[in-house]
Nanobody
Framework: QVQLVESGGGLVQAGGSLRLSCAASARTFSNYPMGWFRQAPGKEREFVSAISLSGARRSYADSVKGRFTISRDNAKNTVYLQMNSLKPEDTAVYYC?????????????????WGQGTQVTVSS
């Protein structure tokens, strides 16, 4: 079982930046591939980014490619999402997820463990 706690959300103006963090309880954090998803009001949860065990391989949704960067620090049991050039359409609750059921899945069902989410609001 892995417990995930997100932080770093908030209100930012369009064009600004935020860095989200996700702290994991697992002793063997480095054994878990990690991902970020988001859910806007009235919309389904959607894939944002994923990172491999070592951090050497990463994937991004087309909507965030070039603006967001995922990283991890296995010594701190933490995964990050650096978000730059934020747009109002990035407004959503952002969720951290761990442990693929299917490698490099972009589906919600592709992850076993979830955090409670952190709100990101981008004003125009």
């Amino acid at each position: 079982q892995v417990q995930l706690v997100e932080s770093g959300g908030g209100l930012v103006q369009a064009g600004g930046s935020l860095r989200l963090s996700c702290a994991a309880s697992a002793r063997t954090f480095s054994n878990y591939p990690m991902g970020w998803f988001r859910q806007a009001p009235g919309k389904e949860r959607e894939f944002v980014s994923a990172i491999s065990l070592s951090g050497a391989r990463r994937s991004y949704a087309d909507s965030v490619k070039g603006r967001f960067t995922i990283s991890r620090d296995n010594a701190k049991n933490t995964v990050y999402l650096q978000m730059n050039s934020l747009k109002p359409e990035d407004t959503a609750v952002y969720y951290c997820a761990a442990e693929w059921t299917t490698a490099w899945s972009t589906a919600v069902s592709g992850y076993l463990y979830w955090g409670q989410g952190t709100q990101v609001t981008v004003s125009s």
